[in-house]
């Protein structure tokens, strides 16, 4: 099992030390919280010879330390820890203790000489309200599920159309594949069940936990942003509107947009037009929703058929946020993975007397130097996408085997693939029909097949037909 480092995230808990403050793990369900804090990060403070074993306290209450269970049997072995002359209290699980915000706010004020890391898993802990609840002691480390960078730096089998499909969740990524999609739906049970449950229930004017799922399904299934007043519009098809209050519907959804926001279930880019102010605002459709973790939304996406290019979109997305890039509207990248570059907007006179905005897509001439803005991507410039992204996964010596090329790439594109499969070192068998790419090709490396009595025939090398 592939053990993940998580550099940035104990480089930023070490940062923490003798902060004062009560500093919480949060994060989506399963993404390793337990692991960073109990394990990886004690490591780290015992290798680098930062405190000795003795000074660092742990308390699993919900493992090691289920007994201790409640406020009074907390503060007794607490009060011992302190009186061993812990520096450190790492407390997992901290949601099982009934007054836990109260008692761990006294113990961050009256012992500013122990660093204090707490973690959990109830709704509260595993959402941005953690910090109102610790008001100004709080101090938070918001963990996300690995980028494909960390996965391939462990697990380099791992390949990018699974990071897509299964995301980056440490335990769905150490398990076989024919596990994981069981795994992502139990987690997503949990997070559905425990989570929205806990916080929604009983909150909302109209909507039930079936029209929390069909918003999820939504969100995953699309690739456009998100309306809450179409949606509401959807939900109250065929019944009498005068039997309820369409702006409550309306607010129930951003409701639940905001819930899922804040337990890191979803995130959101604003769309603009380009220009300073967005009409789009005023209709509510400047928010484009994205998963903070793939797998989360191949499971809910509707179409199987969407999911791939929806996934990859996600997926470029979240590679932004790592590097802790928010994108707004558009997202340009170069060969190096950098946020680069601008889309040039244009005003032209149409036809019919009207002017429309143009806008420009920057190329150079080793081929796709820029990706186009998320909300723009057309199904081809998917389908491109996905065929880069294989090929960039490949490694030296590697081959690929391609049926109709040209469906994928549009002939002015082939002369820039086939670079980049030379510059990569790997072989590709493909297929097309478009006979443009013969002027990019050695005789050598084209043959030509056909149908003979029923059976497909294979035959020689264009090198050799060339000659009569």
Not at 63 to 92: F, Y
């Amino acid at each position: 099992m592939a053990e993940f480092k998580r550099k940035k995230e104990i480089n930023k808990l070490t940062s923490f030390l003798d902060n004062k403050k009560v500093n919480i793990v949060a994060g989506l369900r399963r993404s390793g919280k337990t692991v960073l804090v109990t394990d990886l990060f004690i490591k780290h403070l015992l290798n680098n010879h930062l405190f000795l074993k003795e000074e660092i306290g742990v308390l699993k209450l919900g493992d090691d330390d289920r007994n201790i269970d409640s406020i009074e049997k907390l503060t007794a072995i607490v009060s011992s820890l302190i009186k061993r002359g812990i520096k450190v209290l790492i407390v997992d699980e901290v949601q099982l203790i009934e007054g836990y915000v109260k008692f761990f706010s006294s113990f961050a004020k009256n012992n500013p000489g122990i660093s204090l890391y707490i973690t959990g898993s109830n709704s509260d802990i595993l959402s941005v309200d953690i910090i109102r609840n610790f008001k100004e002691l709080a101090n938070p480390l918001y963990l996300f599920p690995l980028t494909f960078e960390e996965i391939q730096q462990e697990k380099k089998e791992y390949s990018f159309e699974e990071y897509m499909l299964y995301g980056g969740l440490p335990i769905v990524v150490n398990l076989e594949p024919y596990l994981r999609i069981e795994e992502l739906e139990s987690i997503y049970r949990d997070i559905y069940e425990l989570d929205v449950k806990d916080r929604l229930e009983g909150k909302l004017n109209y909507l039930s936990k079936r029209h929390i799922n069909d918003i999820l399904s939504l969100l995953a299934s699309n690739a456009s942003p998100f309306s809450p007043s179409q949606v509401a519009a959807r939900f109250s098809k065929g019944i009498d509107r005068t039997k309820f209050d369409m702006m409550k519907l309306v607010k129930d959804i951003e409701d639940v947009l905001d819930f899922l926001e804040k337990s890191f279930l979803v995130s959101y880019i604003e769309i603009d037009d380009f220009n300073n102010a967005t009409p789009l605002a005023n209709v509510g459709l400047n928010k484009k929703y994205y998963f903070n973790d793939n797998g989360m939304r191949y499971i809910n996406c509707v179409s199987k058929v969407k999911a791939n290019s929806n996934c990859l979109e996600n997926a470029v997305y979240l590679e932004l946020i790592s590097r802790g890039i928010k994108p707004k509207g558009k997202i340009l990248l170069n060969k190096k993975k950098e946020v680069v570059g601008e889309i040039k907007k244009n005003n032209v006179m149409t036809p019919n007397g009207l002017i429309a905005s143009q806008y420009s897509l920057v190329f150079d001439e080793d081929g796709f130097k820029k990706q186009l803005p998320l909300r723009m991507i057309s199904t081809g410039m998917h389908n491109q996408s996905l065929l880069l992204s294989i090929v960039a996964t490949v490694p030296p010596n590697g081959v690929i085997f391609i049926d109709e090329v040209d469906l994928a790439l549009h002939p002015s594109t082939i002369k820039s693939f086939l670079k980049v499969i030379r510059d990569k070192h790997i072989q590709v068998v493909f297929t097309l029909h478009n006979t443009y790419a013969l002027q990019m090709l050695r005789p050598d490396q084209v043959y030509f097949a056909k149908w003979s009595k029923g059976f497909f025939l294979l035959l020689q090398a264009f090198k050799d037909l060339s000659k009569h």
